[in-house]
């Protein structure tokens, strides 16, 4: 899973390889599948934005689900800031989102 991530990093950034977020986006899958919260996280992002893959805000949650129960601050407010705008298929929670936030700065 690591190796698959931190390859996944290089085609996002263009670090020694040409710049390819699909490419990307698949190698974060295939670590993300393992269980590794970062390649979650990034792959979460991925779905958020379109980048590599077709924009899918439920697979985001899901991803930042995954990930922010491992303890990942970033996926916890990225996570946050779905349910304050009760998008993902997640419902509108201010509690849950300040639960996260709270989470994601400990």
């Given at each position: 899973g690591r190796a698959q991530y931190n390859l996944g990093v290089c085609y996002e950034q263009g670090r020694g390889v040409d710049r390819d977020m699909a490419k990307a986006a698949e190698l974060y899958q295939r670590s993300a599948e393992q269980?590794?919260?970062r390649a979650q996280y990034n792959l979460g992002v991925?779905?958020?934005?379109?980048?590599?893959?077709?924009?899918?805000?439920?697979?985001?949650?899901e991803l930042y689900q995954r990930s922010a129960a491992q303890g990942h601050g970033r996926a916890q407010y990225n996570l946050a800031m779905?349910?304050?705008?009760?998008?993902?298929?997640?419902?509108?929670d201010?509690?849950?989102?300040?639960?996260l936030m709270e989470q994601a700065t400990a």
């Open positions: 269980g590794h919260g991925c779905y958020e934005q379109g980048r590599g893959v077709d924009r899918d805000m439920a697979k985001a949650a779905l349910h304050l705008r009760g998008a993902g298929g997640l419902a509108y201010t509690h849950r989102a300040v639960d």
